[in-house]
């Protein structure tokens, strides 16, 4: 049907530029995720301040020091890493579990002998537990039925 037929020319000597990703050194990112909470963690080898959004943790999340060490206890690395953090969405409790899920994830780039005790732990799975989506025909939120009339 049709007869005509279409040369492109392309040159052979055409090279893509390789891409190299940046060398990030002792540095391992991870990303943890809670509810709707994402938490960006930058993990460092040395002596530092764990900072969260430009923050102290200790002043970002008051109270919570102990669940915070929980996975440098376990794969007994106190001291040994530093973090700067950026977290958003959710609340606090849904930000401070997803910043534990990153730190995780991020001391396995670190040293992958660790992932055992961490599993074993709890600390790598992400929840999935998340806020139910409303359904029409109920009254605000998700399972609430609407008040029937008493007369």
Known sequence: MF???IN???PTN???PK???????????AVGRRKEASARVRLQKGKGQFVVNGRPIAQYFPNE???LE???KITETQGM?????????SGKAGQLDAVIHGLSRALILANPETRPALKKAGLLTRDPRVKERRK?????KARKGKQSPKR
Do not use: C, D, W
């Not at 891409?19 to 990112?29: A, D, H, L, R, Y």
């Not at 029409?136 to 605000?140: C, K, L």
């Open 14 to 16: 055409l090279k893509m």
């Open 65 to 67: 020091a102990v669940r």
């Open 8 to 10: 492109i020319h392309t």
């Open 70 to 72: 929980k996975p440098f």
């Open 81 to 89: 890493y530093f973090a700067t953090i950026k977290v958003e969405g």
């Open 3 to 5: 007869s005509k037929t």
């Open 136 to 140: 029409y025909g109920r009254a605000q």
């Open 19 to 29: 891409v190299e990703s940046p060398k990030t050194g002792n540095i391992f990112q």
